[in-house]
């Protein structure tokens, strides 16, 4: 089994930046592709960014494209997600996702691991 434990989130004004992480434990060699999705209160779960085990293959959703970044360490098994440019629709908790397989994919459904989550407000 792998566990997976975001931190980072919290409230920033509109405009502004952050950083939220998520430390990998358990059986990490069985990770592959990882990803990060959001879900905003009354809404569903929304794909984010995915990175490869490599980092070579990065997919983002149109609303991010441009203002986060993923990124991972493999050596510290954490993935990051920087988010600037920050806006009020960003607001949601962030879920990191980590799967066997090694294609990055944007389908909640493809995921084995899952966080807790973590807390992002976006305040206008």
């Known amino acids: 089994q792998v566990q997976l434990v975001e931190s980072g989130g919290g409230l920033v004004q509109a405009g502004g930046s952050l950083r939220v992480s998520c430390v990998a434990s358990g059986r990490t060699f069985s990770m592959n592709a990882m990803g990060w999705f959001r879900q905003a209160p009354g809404k569903e779960h929304e794909f984010v960014a995915a990175?490869?085990?490599?980092?070579?293959?990065?997919y983002y959703a149109d609303s991010v494209k441009g203002r986060f970044t993923i990124s991972r360490d493999n050596t510290a098994n954490t993935v990051y997600l920087q988010m600037n440019s920050l806006k009020p629709e960003d607001t949601a908790v962030y879920y990191c996702?980590?799967?066997?397989?090694?294609?990055?994919?944007?389908?909640?459904?493809?995921?084995?691991?899952w966080g807790q989550g973590t807390q992002v407000t976006v305040s206008s």
């Open positions: 996702a980590a799967r066997r397989h090694i294609w990055t994919t944007s389908s909640r459904d493809d995921y084995d691991y």
């Open positions: 990175i490869s085990r490599n980092g070579g293959n990065i």
